[in-house]
C-alpha cells in the first residue's frame, strides 16, 4: 500500500515536471567533472588496499578480488558498460586520503572507516557503508583469556596510521589498565610478529582480522575476542566533495546490488528474472523497463541489470570474500535490515 | 662585455637562482590554495595544543598517553638518534675489521671479507632489516621459556630483559661524580706528578668512579614472567636489535670498502720504508698506514653515516618506534596536518644530518694534513 501511494505521488510529481518543463528528458541533465573524466578516460581509477584477504587482494592469476573491487567494478559497469574498465591504484593507510584529495583517484574504496573528522577536516564523502565491522582482537588461545580486560600486560600488534590506536588508548584510559601496543608499517610483518610470539594477538578490524587469521600458520591456534571496542565501524567508499552527482552515482550502486539482494536477483538468474520480469513493478524498475533510474544517475536503464550480471548482488559479493566461500566470517551486521543486520536502503522509487 | 665569461655566467647563476625562487613561490601558493578549497589551515601550533592519544612502546625518556605531540616528538627523536648512535659505532668497527681483512695476506680471509661485501651490498637495506627481524624473532623462544643469561638477565621473542639498577638517593650525587672522574682519568694518564708521569697509575680513578657507582645503588630489579609479559629490569626490543644489525651490518659493507681505498691510496712507499726500519706489521698498520688512510676516509665516511642516519627510518617496517612511523603514521592520521606533518619530519632530519655533517667536517679539518 505504502509503495503504490508513493508510486502515484512520484508519478503525478513526474507528471508535473514534465508539464512545467517540456519533458524529464531536458528536465535532468547529470553534470559530474569527475563522470565526465572517467568517461573520457574510458577507465574509473578507483583506490583500494595494497592486498588484504577479504577487501582487496589478487588471485592466482593476478586478478583484482574482493569486496572493495567489486565495488569498484560494479561502478564501472554502471557507468562505463564493463566491469572490466577499472584502473586498480593500491594506496597505503597513511597516504589514501591524500591521494584522493589529490584527484589522483576517483573513488577510494579502502576498508576505510566514515568519522568525523573524515567528513568535515578532510571534507570527503562517505556515500554508502559497504562492510560494517568493530575493532576486534585475535588472540592465541593457549593465553586463557575470556574478556578484552584481562589482556592487561599483553601485547598487541596492529597497522599505524588508523583509528586503532586511539582506540587501544581510550580503552586502557577508560579501564585503567595497560595494553601494550607494537606498530607495524605492512599487515605483512605485523602477521610475522603475531605468528612468532612477539605479539599476544592482533588487532584490525573484523573482516581484516579474520584475513589476519587465515594467514598465520595454525589459524585454529587463534580465537577471536567476544568484545569490540571503538563502536561501531562502518566501511565504506569516499568520494570528494564537490560533486555531488559523482557522490550519488557511487551510493546507488551500492543500494543497486542491496536491492538485487531484496528482489532475489542473482548473478545466475538475472536473465530468467528479465524475461520473467512481466508486470511486476518492482522488477521492472530496477531492470529500467520503465521510469529514468539510468538517465537520474548520468548512465543509461540498464546498469542495475548489468551490475547484478557482472559482479553479483551484494550477499553474493559478501559471501565470495567474507561468508562461507570467503574468510568463514558470519553475515552478522552486514546482513539486510530483514534479516537481523544493519545493510538497509532507500525505496527504489 | 656580454662575450666576457663571468659577467655572462654570473647572470646566469643569478636566473637560475630567481626560476628556482620563483619555482617554489609557485608551489608554496599552490599548496596554500590546495589547502584552502580543502579548508585546511596551515600552523604548528598543534604540536602544543594537541594531545597524542597514542602509547610508544619503546621510549628513553618518560612517555604517558596523552602527552603533546611536541613530546612526542623528543621521544622519537631520541629513538632515532639512539638505533642511529649505535648502528655508526657497530658499522664503524665492523667495517674497520671487514675493510682490513679484505686487504688480508691470507686467501680465505681475504674471501671471508670479500663474500660479506659484495653479498650485503648488493641487497637492499630494506629486506636486510626484515630479514634480521623474521630471523630474530623465529629463533627465540616464548617468554614461559625465557632463556636465562648469566647475571640475571632474561631473553626471549619479546626482547632481552636485563636487571635495572634501583638508585638510592645519594645518587644524584655520587653518580655525577663518578662520570667526572672517568673523564679526568685520560687527563691524569698524561699528567705528570713531581716530575714524573702518572701513567697507569690513574687507573685508580676509574676503581674510585666504580665504587662511587657502586655504592649508590640500593638493589636491583630483577625481569621475572608475570602474567603475559616479562615485567621488572629494562627491554630492549627485538625491533631495535634488528633494525640495530640491519643498519650496522649494511653500512658495515660500505664502510668497509671505504677503508680498503684509504689504505690502498697510502703510497706504498710508507709501507716499505716502516718494514725496512724493522717495525712489526702490526705496528706498520697501527702506526704508519691507519693514521694517514684516516685523512683520505673521512669524507666518505661523513657521507655513509648521513646515509645511516636517514635509513634509520626503516625502523617502521619493523615497528621501532622512530620518527618516521610515528610522526608519518600516527601524528599525521590523528592530526591530519599532512603538510606540517611531513615539512617538520625532512626538518628534523635535515637538522640531525647537517649537526652530524658538520661534526665530521670539524673532525676531518683537525684531521687533515698540513700542508707546509
Not at chain 1, 574509473?44 to 587482494?57: R, V
Not at chain 2, 590546495?34 to 604540536?47: A, I, Y
Given at each position: 500500500?505504502?509503495?503504490?501511494?508513493?508510486?502515484?505521488?512520484?508519478?503525478?510529481?513526474?507528471?508535473?515536471?514534465?508539464?512545467?518543463?517540456?519533458?524529464?528528458?531536458?528536465?535532468?541533465?547529470?553534470?559530474?567533472?569527475?563522470?565526465?573524466?572517467?568517461?573520457?578516460?574510458?577507465q574509473?581509477?578507483?583506490?583500494?588496499?595494497?592486498?588484504?584477504?577479504?577487501?582487496?587482494?589478487?588471485d592466482?592469476?593476478?586478478?583484482?578480488?574482493?569486496?572493495?573491487?567489486s565495488?569498484?567494478?560494479?561502478?564501472?559497469?554502471?557507468?562505463?558498460?564493463?566491469?572490466?574498465?577499472?584502473?586498480?591504484?593500491?594506496?597505503?593507510?597513511?597516504?589514501?586520503?591524500?591521494?584522493?584529495?589529490?584527484?589522483?583517484?576517483?573513488?577510494?574504496?579502502?576498508?576505510?572507516?566514515?568519522?568525523?573528522?573524515?567528513?568535515?577536516?578532510?571534507?570527503?564523502?562517505e556515500?554508502?557503508?559497504?562492510?560494517?565491522?568493530?575493532?576486534?582482537?585475535?588472540?592465541?588461545?593457549?593465553?586463557?583469556?575470556?574478556?578484552?580486560?584481562?589482556?592487561?600486560?599483553?601485547?598487541?600488534?596492529?597497522?599505524?596510521?588508523?583509528?586503532?590506536?586511539?582506540?587501544?588508548?581510550?580503552?586502557?584510559?577508560?579501564?585503567?589498565?595497560?595494553?601494550?601496543?607494537?606498530?607495524?608499517?605492512?599487515?605483512?610483518?605485523?602477521f610475522?610478529?603475531?605468528?612468532?610470539?612477539?605479539?599476544?594477538?592482533?588487532?584490525?578490524?573484523?573482516?581484516?582480522v579474520?584475513?589476519?587469521?587465515?594467514?598465520?600458520?595454525?589459524?585454529?591456534d587463534?580465537?577471536?575476542?567476544?568484545?569490540t571496542?571503538?563502536?561501531?565501524?562502518?566501511?565504506?567508499?569516499?568520494?570528494?566533495?564537490?560533486?555531488?552527482?559523482?557522490?550519488r552515482?557511487?551510493?546507488?550502486?551500492?543500494?543497486?546490488?542491496?536491492?538485487?539482494?531484496?528482489?532475489?536477483?542473482?548473478?545466475?538468474?538475472?536473465?530468467?528474472?528479465?524475461?520473467?520480469?512481466?508486470?511486476?513493478?518492482?522488477?521492472?524498475?530496477?531492470?529500467?523497463?520503465?521510469?529514468?533510474?539510468?538517465?537520474?544517475?548520468?548512465?543509461?536503464?540498464?546498469?542495475?541489470y548489468?551490475v547484478?550480471?557482472?559482479?553479483?548482488?551484494y550477499?553474493?559479493?559478501?559471501?565470495?570474500y567474507?561468508?562461507?566461500?570467503?574468510?568463514?566470517?558470519?553475515?552478522?551486521?552486514?546482513?539486510?535490515?530483514?534479516?537481523?543486520?544493519?545493510?538497509?536502503?532507500?525505496?527504489?522509487? | 662585455?656580454?662575450?666576457?665569461?663571468?659577467?655572462?655566467?654570473?647572470?646566469?647563476?643569478?636566473?637560475?637562482?630567481?626560476?628556482?625562487?620563483?619555482?617554489?613561490?609557485?608551489?608554496?601558493?599552490?599548496?596554500?590554495?590546495?589547502?584552502?578549497?580543502?579548508?585546511?589551515?596551515?600552523?604548528?601550533?598543534?604540536?602544543?595544543?594537541?594531545?597524542?592519544?597514542?602509547?610508544?612502546?619503546?621510549?628513553?625518556?618518560?612517555?604517558?598517553?596523552?602527552?603533546?605531540?611536541?613530546?612526542?616528538?623528543?621521544?622519537?627523536?631520541?629513538?632515532?638518534?639512539?638505533?642511529?648512535?649505535?648502528?655508526?659505532?657497530?658499522?664503524?668497527?665492523l667495517?674497520?675489521?671487514?675493510?682490513?681483512?679484505?686487504?688480508?695476506?691470507?686467501?680465505?680471509?681475504?674471501?671471508?671479507?670479500?663474500?660479506?661485501?659484495?653479498?650485503?651490498?648488493?641487497?637492499?637495506?630494506?629486506?636486510?632489516?626484515?630479514?634480521?627481524?623474521?630471523?630474530?624473532?623465529?629463533?627465540?623462544?616464548?617468554?614461559?621459556?625465557?632463556?636465562?643469561?648469566?647475571?640475571?638477565?632474561l631473553?626471549?621473542?619479546?626482547?632481552?630483559?636485563?636487571?635495572?639498577?634501583?638508585?638510592?638517593?645519594?645518587?644524584?650525587?655520587?653518580?655525577p661524580?663518578?662520570?667526572?672522574?672517568?673523564?679526568?682519568m685520560?687527563?691524569?694518564?698524561?699528567?705528570?706528578?713531581?716530575?714524573?708521569?702518572?701513567?697507569a697509575?690513574?687507573?685508580?680513578?676509574?676503581?674510585?668512579?666504580?665504587?662511587?657507582?657502586?655504592?649508590?645503588?640500593?638493589g636491583?630489579?630483577?625481569?621475572?614472567?608475570?602474567?603475559?609479559?616479562?615485567?621488572?629490569?629494562?627491554?630492549?626490543?627485538?625491533?631495535?636489535?634488528?633494525?640495530?644489525?640491519?643498519?650496522?651490518?649494511?653500512?658495515?659493507?660500505?664502510?668497509?670498502?671505504?677503508?680498503?681505498?684509504?689504505?690502498?691510496?697510502?703510497?706504498?712507499?710508507?709501507?716499505?720504508?716502516?718494514?725496512?726500519?724493522?717495525?712489526?706489521?702490526?705496528?706498520?698498520?697501527?702506526?704508519?698506514?691507519?693514521?694517514?688512510?684516516?685523512?683520505?676516509?673521512?669524507?666518505?665516511l661523513?657521507?655513509?653515516?648521513?646515509?645511516?642516519?636517514?635509513?634509520s627510518?626503516?625502523?617502521?617496517?619493523?615497528?621501532?618506534?622512530?620518527?618516521?612511523?610515528?610522526?608519518?603514521?600516527?601524528?599525521?592520521?590523528?592530526?591530519?596536518?599532512?603538510?606540517?606533518?611531513?615539512?617538520?619530519?625532512?626538518?628534523?632530519?635535515?637538522?640531525?644530518?647537517?649537526?652530524?655533517?658538520?661534526?665530521?667536517?670539524?673532525?676531518n679539518?683537525?684531521?687533515?694534513?698540513?700542508?707546509?
Open positions: 500500500m505504502l509503495r503504490r501511494s508513493t508510486t502515484l505521488v512520484a508519478g503525478l510529481a513526474a507528471f508535473a515536471a514534465w508539464l512545467s518543463l517540456g519533458g524529464p528528458a531536458e528536465a535532468q541533465e547529470v553534470k559530474s567533472p569527475t563522470m565526465d573524466a572517467i568517461r573520457a578516460r574510458g574509473l581509477a578507483c583506490g583500494i588496499d595494497t592486498g588484504i584477504p577479504g577487501y582487496a587482494f589478487q592466482a592469476s593476478g586478478n583484482w578480488q574482493g569486496l572493495d573491487v565495488l569498484c567494478r560494479a561502478i564501472a559497469d554502471a557507468l562505463l558498460g564493463s566491469a572490466d574498465k577499472v584502473k586498480y591504484i593500491g594506496t597505503t593507510a597513511k597516504e589514501r586520503f591524500s591521494v584522493l584529495a589529490s584527484g589522483e583517484i576517483d573513488v577510494l574504496i579502502r576498508d576505510s572507516e566514515y568519522s568525523f573528522i573524515r567528513n568535515t577536516q578532510l571534507n570527503l564523502q556515500p554508502a557503508v559497504n562492510f560494517f565491522t568493530a575493532q576486534t582482537f585475535m588472540v592465541r588461545k593457549s593465553l586463557n583469556v575470556a574478556h578484552l580486560k584481562d589482556l592487561n600486560g599483553a601485547t598487541i600488534c596492529l597497522v599505524t596510521g588508523t583509528t586503532l590506536e586511539t582506540n587501544i588508548a581510550d580503552y586502557n584510559r577508560a579501564n585503567n589498565i595497560k595494553i601494550n601496543t607494537l606498530l607495524f608499517d605492512r599487515p605483512e610483518e605485523a610475522a610478529a603475531a605468528d612468532s610470539g612477539r605479539c599476544d594477538g592482533y588487532t584490525d578490524d573484523g573482516g581484516s579474520a584475513a589476519a587469521r587465515s594467514t598465520m600458520k595454525k589459524p585454529d587463534w580465537m577471536f575476542m567476544p568484545e571496542i571503538g563502536g561501531l565501524e562502518p566501511l565504506g567508499p569516499f568520494t570528494r566533495s564537490g560533486d555531488e552527482a559523482w557522490t552515482f557511487v551510493k546507488w550502486v551500492h543500494y543497486g546490488m542491496l536491492e538485487a539482494e531484496v528482489l532475489g536477483l542473482t548473478k545466475a538468474n538475472i536473465d530468467d528474472m528479465k524475461a520473467k520480469a512481466g508486470n511486476d513493478p518492482d522488477l521492472r524498475r530496477f531492470f529500467g523497463m520503465e521510469g529514468d533510474f539510468g538517465k537520474l544517475l548520468g548512465t543509461d536503464n540498464g546498469w542495475s548489468r547484478v550480471r557482472d559482479v553479483g548482488n550477499g553474493e559479493v559478501y559471501d565470495a567474507f561468508g562461507s566461500k570467503g574468510l568463514g566470517l558470519p553475515r552478522g551486521m552486514n546482513n539486510l535490515y530483514n534479516h537481523g543486520g544493519l545493510q538497509t536502503l532507500p525505496t527504489w522509487h | 662585455m656580454v662575450r666576457r665569461p663571468s659577467p655572462r655566467a654570473r647572470a646566469a647563476q643569478w636566473l637560475l637562482l630567481l626560476a628556482v625562487g620563483a619555482a617554489f613561490w609557485l608551489l608554496a601558493g599552490m599548496a596554500g590554495a590546495n589547502m584552502d578549497r580543502r579548508h585546511t589551515s596551515f600552523g604548528f601550533g598543534f604540536l602544543l595544543d594537541g594531545h597524542a592519544n597514542f602509547d610508544i612502546p619503546f621510549h628513553l625518556v618518560s612517555w604517558r598517553v596523552g602527552d603533546t605531540y611536541l613530546w612526542a616528538l623528543v621521544v622519537c627523536v631520541l629513538n632515532t638518534l639512539l638505533v642511529s648512535a649505535m648502528a655508526i659505532v657497530a658499522a664503524t668497527l667495517g674497520f675489521l671487514v675493510g682490513i681483512m679484505r686487504l688480508s695476506s691470507n686467501w680465505l680471509v681475504r674471501n671471508i671479507a670479500l663474500w660479506f661485501i659484495e653479498l650485503v651490498r648488493n641487497t637492499p637495506i630494506l629486506v636486510q632489516i626484515i630479514f634480521w627481524y623474521v630471523a630474530v624473532l623465529s629463533t627465540l623462544p616464548s617468554p614461559r621459556l625465557s632463556i636465562l643469561l648469566p647475571g640475571g638477565a631473553l626471549n621473542v619479546r626482547g632481552l630483559y636485563l636487571p635495572r639498577l634501583i638508585e638510592a638517593p645519594r645518587a644524584v650525587v655520587l653518580w661524580l663518578a662520570l667526572l672522574l672517568l673523564i679526568a685520560p687527563f691524569l694518564w698524561r699528567a705528570t706528578l713531581r716530575g714524573r708521569p702518572v701513567g697509575r690513574a687507573l685508580l680513578l676509574a676503581v674510585l668512579a666504580v665504587a662511587l657507582f657502586g655504592g649508590a645503588v640500593s636491583f630489579d630483577w625481569p621475572a614472567l608475570h602474567g603475559f609479559n616479562i615485567t621488572g629490569g629494562v627491554q630492549l626490543p627485538p625491533e631495535l636489535a634488528a633494525l640495530w644489525a640491519g643498519l650496522s651490518i649494511y653500512g658495515a659493507a660500505f664502510i668497509a670498502e671505504i677503508v680498503r681505498a684509504a689504505i690502498l691510496s697510502v703510497h706504498k712507499g710508507q709501507r716499505e720504508a716502516a718494514l725496512s726500519l724493522g717495525l712489526r706489521p702490526r705496528h706498520v698498520l697501527s702506526k704508519i698506514i691507519v693514521p694517514q688512510a684516516l685523512r683520505v676516509m673521512i669524507p666518505p661523513t657521507s655513509q653515516y648521513l646515509n645511516i642516519i636517514k635509513s627510518s626503516l625502523g617502521a617496517a619493523v615497528a621501532y618506534p622512530e620518527l618516521f612511523q610515528i610522526f608519518a603514521g600516527t601524528v599525521l592520521q590523528q592530526s591530519a596536518r599532512e603538510v606540517e606533518v611531513m615539512i617538520l619530519l625532512m626538518a628534523v632530519f635535515l637538522s640531525i644530518s647537517l649537526a652530524g655533517s658538520a661534526f665530521m667536517n670539524w673532525y679539518r683537525h684531521v687533515a694534513l698540513v700542508e707546509r
